[in-house]
Every structure is written in C-alpha cells, then in structure tokens.
C-alpha cells in the first residue's frame, strides 16, 4: 500500500507565494514519477508540473517561470514551490506518484487527497 500526503497549501494575496510538499510511503520499490495536478471548481483537472526519476521536468504553459518543481529522493517528497500567484492559480492541487511497489513490477498511480490554494485578489 502506498500512501500520498499533501500539505502546504492556505489563502494567500495575489503575488504571494506558497510551497506546497507531497509525501509518498509505503511499499515502494521505486518512484518513476511524481507531480502536481489542480482541479479549480467546475473544471477538469490539469497538469501543473511533473518531475520524472530522472530529472525530467514539465510545466505547464500557465505556471512557468512561476512555479518551480523539485524532489527529495531520501523523503520520496516532491515540492512545489509557487510564487507570483494568481487568483486563476486557486484549485485543489493534488499530487500524483507513479510507483512500482515492492514484490511486483506492474507501474501504479498514486493520488493524494488534495490540498487547497486560494489566492485572493
């Protein structure tokens, strides 16, 4: 069983910043992917940032040069800092892994329960 958590996220003025953390444990053989998804109310769910276990980075149009992706290997955490924030930038942000757990080789997604980011005007 493996288990995401999210935390960081709050109510923040319209150029503020916030960094968002998202925790992966359980039986994890290795992780091939992590990253952030948003869902605001009454839309579909989009890629926010994403970070491959080599490296690889991918941002969404609407967030680069703004938010910044990174990972901590050793706490199998990815963060998501986020600054200059926009009132379009509030949604739930959901963090998604992409693991193999122990005993089996079968790739699985993994989501967190969300965390919510209000950006106020």
């Known amino acids: 069983q493996v288990q995401v958590v999210e935390s960081g996220g709050g109510l923040v003025q319209a150029g503020g910043s916030l960094r968002l953390s998202c925790a992966a444990s359980?039986?994890?053989?290795?992780?091939?992917?992590m990253g952030w998804y948003r869902q605001a109310t009454g839309k579909q769910r989009e890629l926010v940032a994403t970070i491959t276990s080599d490296g690889t980075i991918d941002y969404a149009d609407s967030v680069k040069g703004r938010f910044t992706i990174s990972r901590d290997n050793v706490k199998n955490t990815v963060y998501l800092q986020m600054t200059s924030l926009k009132p379009e930038d509030t949604a739930v942000y959901l963090c998604?892994?992409?693991?193999?757990?122990?005993?089996?080789?079968?790739?699985?997604?993994?989501w967190g329960q969300g965390t919510q980011v209000t950006v106020s005007s």
């Open positions: 359980g039986t994890i053989r290795s992780i091939n992917a």
């Open positions: 998604k892994v992409v693991v193999t757990v122990t005993g089996q080789w079968a790739k699985y997604q993994y």
